[in-house]
């Protein structure tokens, strides 16, 4: 699970502003897990608008994402330039503004703590499936047999 989990969160960090909704859904899973990039916040320098590189001319360059900042209790407006600049903080001085954890350890958690759910939930999709395969297949038998009764 955890190399699958680091294959899929690697590949959206690089393709983050690519794709409206991956985007979203990469803000959504950083905000709910309180976490940002994949092993640390260092790992948005794989997308070639946070890098940290001098060729890079975006005005992102250096930041994270809004969602990897913590929200302070009395913010009604979310800041959305906050995250500027955190890569080229160290660890504990970044702590002060972003979640610098990543979310490959908490979504594996998050999976194997809800293992029975999503099994559960697989198992709900598929009986269905199962039972309309076998319905079709009963279906067919008894054609088969009121042909031969036909002719």
Request: hydrophobic share 40%; aromatic share 10%.
């Amino acid at each position: 699970a955890r190399g699958k989990v680091s294959e899929v969160i690697g590949n959206a960090i690089v393709h983050y502003r690519d794709d409206l909704d991956l985007q979203n859904l990469i803000d959504f899973g950083q905000k709910e897990f309180n976490c940002c990039g994949g092993i640390s916040y260092k790992d948005w320098s794989q997308n070639i608008y946070f890098n940290c590189s001098s060729e890079n001319q975006s005005r992102e360059r250096c930041a994270v994402p809004y969602s990897c900042c913590l929200l302070e209790e009395q913010e009604t407006v979310i800041n959305t330039m906050c995250g500027h600049g955190m890569q080229a903080l160290d660890y504990l001085e970044a702590g002060e503004y972003i979640h610098t954890n990543g979310c490959i350890d908490r979504l594996v958690n998050w999976l194997h703590s809800n293992l029975f759910l999503l099994g559960g939930v697989a198992l709900g999709l598929a009986i269905p499936q199962v039972m309309h395969l076998l319905f079709t297949y009963s279906i067919l038998i008894m054609l088969k047999v009121i042909v031969k009764l036909i002719f």
